[in-house]
T-cell receptor, first 110, second 115 residues
Framework: DAKTTQPTSMDCAEGRAANLPCNHSTISGNEYVYWYRQIHSQGPQYIIHGLKNNETNEMASLIITEDRKSSTLILPHATLRDTAVYYCIVKETSGSRLTFGEGTQLTVNP | SAVISQKPSRDICQRGTSLTIQCQVDSQVTMMFWYRQQPGQSLTLIATANQGSEATYESGFVIDKFPISRPNLTFSTLTVSNMSPEDSSIYLC????????????FGPGTRLLVL
């Protein structure tokens, strides 16, 4: 699976959009981009995934660049409960294993 | 999505003992996974447990230390054997879902402290 690079930490004001970047320059054609988050003392939570088109669900939007070498997870109106470590993971859909990096600690401030 | 529960939620154990962690899912799933999260670190996959076959262990993890059972499609156990303080971690199970099992859903974790 391709390696991902994320900033160690980010801050965001409550009510504003949180934009979390992820670089995956070695991504291959059959690899998807997945985002999970882990709120303190809880198990990781699936957020969204995509291949090359932008995706949106009730939690977030995923924007993948045309060359697929980077992506951005967007939380449109961050709340204090969105404070968590966000993990960007690249993997094949046929492969089952998730390889977690260090992720980005997002802190939403009042 | 799947609802996953784990027992116990936390435990404090003495070195040299063993602890069995249970993972229960509210629906039948083919693929289940066990992860470890050491203090302040990210998650590491221990093994993949599919019903009807032997668990597949990742590099650095062995069956003698982390035996796994998968008796049916809704249940699995992970045993941490002959524990030492280095085994103090959060242990999480997850299940694969989706058409190609591409999305994983995680349980709440078991917090283990070994003294």
């Amino acid at each position: 699976d391709a390696k991902t690079t994320q900033p160690t930490s980010m801050d965001c004001a409550e009510g504003r959009a949180a934009n979390l970047p992820c670089n995956h320059s070695t991504i291959s054609g059959n690899e998807y981009v997945y985002w999970y988050r882990q709120i303190h003392s809880q198990g990781p939570q699936y957020i969204i995934h995509g291949l090359k088109n932008n995706e949106t669900n009730e939690m977030a939007s995923l924007i993948i660049t045309e060359d697929r070498k980077s992506s951005t997870l967007i939380l449109p109106h961050a709340t204090l409960r969105d404070t968590a470590v966000y993990y960007c993971i690249v993997k094949e859909t046929s492969g089952s294993r998730l390889t977690f990096g260090e992720g980005t600690q997002l802190t939403v401030n009042p | 999505s799947a609802v996953i529960s784990q027992k116990p939620s936390r435990d404090i154990c003495q070195r040299g003992t063993s602890l069995t962690i249970q993972c229960q899912v509210d629906s039948q799933v083919t693929m289940m996974f066990w992860y470890r999260q050491q203090p302040g670190q990210s998650l590491t996959l221990i093994a993949t447990a599919n019903q009807g076959s032997e668990a597949t262990y990742e590099s650095g993890f062995v069956i003698d230390k982390f035996p796994i059972s998968r008796p049916n499609l809704t249940f699995s156990t992970l045993t941490v054997s002959n524990m030492s303080p280095e085994d103090s971690s959060i242990y999480l199970c997850s299940v694969g879902a989706g058409t190609g099992y591409e999305t994983q859903y995680f349980g709440p974790g078991t917090r283990l402290l070994v003294l």
